[in-house]
C-alpha cells in the first residue's frame, strides 16, 4: 500500500518531529477524497492538490495547516512515486506567506497546546472515549460538522451492530457484514451505504490507524429515481398557505432556485436589491453561484432583513454580538463577526451555545421548522406528492426547462457540476398536458387508408 509506504518513509531521519506525527494525518485526509485512496496510489496533479487545499479552507483550515498538508503531499510525491511532477513549490510558497502572518511563528513550529484545544473545540466528555477522539481528529483535520455527525453515527450504529466498543477487535469482515445488513435488511440507498463506508473506513484507518483490506459487502442498489416537482398552478395552490418568514422561503427556494440548506444560510451582504440577485455562498461541493432575487420576493425580503437588524441591534446590547464565519475569516476580519452584513437574513428566535466553539451567539434557524410548514401546506393544499422543500428547486429547473431556457443557464443556476445533471429536467418537462398525446386518446381522430385502395 502506498500510505504503509509513506508512513515508513516519514518514520526516517529525513523529517523532524512535528512532520512525522502531522503528514500521516493530512496525506489520509487527502486519501480520503478518492474512493480506493487508502488501498491504493494516491493521483498527485496541481488541480487535485489546489482543489483538496481549497476544501480544506473551506472547512476553516489557517494558512499554516494547508501549508503543512501540501507539503505531506509533496513528500509522497517525492518519497513514495519518486516523481518530481507536478510542482507544487508556488503553492506551498504562497500558503508559506500567508501562514506566516496568521500565527507570527516559525511555520515549522509545532501547534500550541492552546492551538489544538482550540480546533477540537468543546467535545461531550459523557460519549464513549472512542467518539471523543474521533471527534477530535475530524475537527483537526477540518471536517464539516454534517460530516462529523454523520460519521460518528455510523460508527456507533457500527458498535452496536457489533455489541462492542473495543473496536479495535473488529476487521473487514464485520465491516463487510454490516454494509451488508444494511442493503440487505435496511434496503438503504446507495449513497447511504456508501456513506457509512467512508465513516467507518474514517475511524479505523485515520483514528485507529488500521489498515483495511478489501470490504466483501452486498452492494445497495442504484436507484436513479425522477426527481418530485409541482407543476405551475400546483405552486400557486401551495403558496397561498404560507404566511410571514416561511412565505419569503418558499418564494426563494422555488424563485431562486435555492437548496433549502442555501436559504436558510443566506447572510444580509450577499442580497442585491439593485440589481436583483442573490450570491449564494458555499454551496454544494463549496462552490458560489449568482441566482435571481425574484420580483415577489424583494419587499417581504426588505421587511425580513429589518426584522434581522432588529435581532442584531439587541444581540449587541446584551452582550453577544458575535455569528459564525466560515473559513478563517474570523481571523482575517476581526470585526466582521460583530457586523450587521454577515447575520443571517433568517436568524433563530433564541441565541444558542456553539457545540465546536463554546461561544453563544445566534445561529439562522433550523432545518425542521420550514420542513414542517412545507408538509403543512401540501395537506391544506390537496396535493397528494411525495413533496419536500427541495421539489420547490426542482420545480424551479423543470419549469425553466419547459419555458425553453437554455441548459448551460439552468446547470449555473442551479450549480451543477455536471450537465448530466442538469440533463434530468428534461426528461421530466416533457409536454404531456400539451401537444404531446398519448396513442389512446388519439383513436378515431384519423382513419389510416385502406390497403386495398392503396394497391
Known sequence: ???????????????????????????????????????????????????????????????????????????YRDSVLERTAPDLSSVIAKLAQMGRGERNLPLDAPPTDEELAKLRGNINRSEPPFIQTMRGEMRLLHYSMATEKAYVRWVKRFSGFV?????????????????????????????????????????YQCVLGKRLGFLNAVRAKKREPLPVWFSRSEIERLLVHFVGMHRLMFLLI??????????????????????????????????????????????????????????????????????????????????????????????????????RSGKAWRHHIAE???????????????????????????????????????????QKLMGHKDVQTTMKYVHVSQDFGGSLKSPMDTLGESNPPDHEEEA
Open 1 to 75: 500500500m502506498s500510505l504503509s509506504q509513506f508512513e515508513r518513509e516519514v518514520l526516517g531521519d529525513r523529517l523532524g518531529r512535528n512532520d512525522q506525527i502531522w503528514f500521516p494525518r493530512w496525506l489520509r485526509r487527502y486519501a480520503m477524497t478518492f474512493r480506493n485512496g487508502i488501498e491504493g496510489e494516491l493521483p498527485v496533479n496541481l488541480d487535485l492538490v489546489v482543489s483538496f487545499s481549497r476544501s480544506l479552507l473551506a472547512n476553516g483550515a489557517p494558512a499554516w495547516q494547508r501549508w503543512q498538508a501540501v507539503r505531506a503531499i509533496e513528500f
Open 163 to 203: 455489541g462492542s466498543v473495543e473496536l479495535e477487535q473488529f476487521g473487514e469482515r464485520d465491516i463487510g457484514a454490516f454494509l451488508t445488513s444494511l442493503a440487505v435488511k435496511g434496503n438503504v440507498a446507495t449513497s447511504t451505504q456508501n456513506q457509512a463506508q467512508s465513516g467507518l473506513l474514517f475511524f
Open 254 to 355: 422555488y424563485g431562486a432556485g435555492l437548496r433549502h440548506k442555501e436559504c436558510r444560510r443566506l447572510r444580509i451582504k450577499d442580497v442585491c436589491f439593485d440589481d436583483r440577485y442573490i450570491i449564494v455562498r458555499d454551496g454544494k461541493g463549496e462552490k458560489d453561484r449568482i441566482t435571481f432575487l425574484p420580483e415577489r420576493a424583494v419587499e417581504d425580503l426588505k421587511r425580513q432583513i429589518d426584522y434581522a437588524a432588529r435581532m442584531h441591534r439587541i444581540d449587541v446590547e446584551e452582550g453577544y454580538p458575535e455569528v459564525y464565519l466560515p473559513y478563517a475569516l474570523s481571523r482575517k476580519y476581526p470585526n466582521a463577526a460583530s457586523e450587521l452584513p454577515w447575520k443571517w437574513v433568517f436568524p433563530s428566535r433564541q441565541r444558542a451555545i456553539d457545540k
Open 368 to 410: 425542521e421548522q420550514f420542513a414542517v410548514a412545507f408538509k403543512t401546506g401540501l395537506r391544506l393544499a390537496g396535493i397528494q406528492k411525495k413533496g419536500v422543500p427541495h421539489s420547490l428547486r426542482h420545480s424551479f429547473a423543470t419549469h425553466l426547462v419547459e419555458s425553453g431556457t437554455d441548459l448551460a443557464t439552468v
